[in-house]
């Protein structure tokens, strides 16, 4: 069974998902990131990319990331090209890489932004990585120099976070400082030891 030893990290975006898979890397866990293998698949569809969505998002040699990002993220329709040629791609990539993983035993962690949203991931647990909607829009501000509105344009283009808290098994809550969010992070890790008992971890 594909992701039978594996357990999701999804969040929202500037809740904080890299902080907490790079201490989980500390932990020992392996690190299955959607978001890098979704960077991958943008390099090598840059012609279908062009084509759908005109040359100004090409510099000659790569795809200009942030160019796609302000077509999508103001017109849901453009979204939903995007998502229509990618998804099965990076679908694809992570069943292969969670197949290779599965055999070895050993738990491991998926980092997947869209997981609730795809419902495409049969893992036996998903963590929730948290921050209400206001430390979102803060971080995601300072972190890429957005306005307010092209912030909230960005968190109105994702389920609420809200809503994928109900939604999740387990929560790590990072909407205070670091060492409280290394004290969610070790709770974490202590509940994927005692619910993947029969993995290695």
Not at 189 to 197: L, P, S, T
């Amino acid at each position: 069974m594909t992701f039978k030893h594996a357990c999701v990290i999804t969040g929202g975006i500037a809740t904080g998902k890299s902080t907490v898979c790079s201490l989980l890397r500390i932990h020992g866990f392996h690190i299955v990131d959607a978001d890098l293998i979704a960077k991958e698949q943008i390099e090598t569809c840059k012609r279908e990319l062009v084509e759908l969505f005109g040359g100004d998002i090409f510099d000659g040699e790569h795809i200009d990331r942030a160019k796609l990002a302000q077509k999508i993220f103001t017109d849901a329709s453009e979204r939903a090209k995007l998502n229509k040629l990618l998804h099965p791609k990076i679908r694809g990539e992570l069943y292969r890489v969670a197949q290779e993983l599965d055999q070895k035993g050993v738990a491991y962690i998926i980092d997947i932004p869209l997981y609730f949203e795809t419902n495409h991931y049969d893992a036996k647990m998903s963590a929730l990585v948290y921050a209400p909607q206001d430390i979102q829009k803060s971080r995601l501000m300072q972190r890429d120099g957005l306005s307010c509105v092209d912030a909230q344009k960005r968190l109105d283009a994702q389920m609420p976070i809200e809503q994928k808290k109900t939604m999740a098994d387990c929560i790590i809550d990072n909407s205070k400082d670091l060492k409280h969010l290394q004290n969610e992070v070790e709770r974490f890790v202590e509940r994927v030891k005692e619910d993947y008992a029969s993995s290695k971890i």
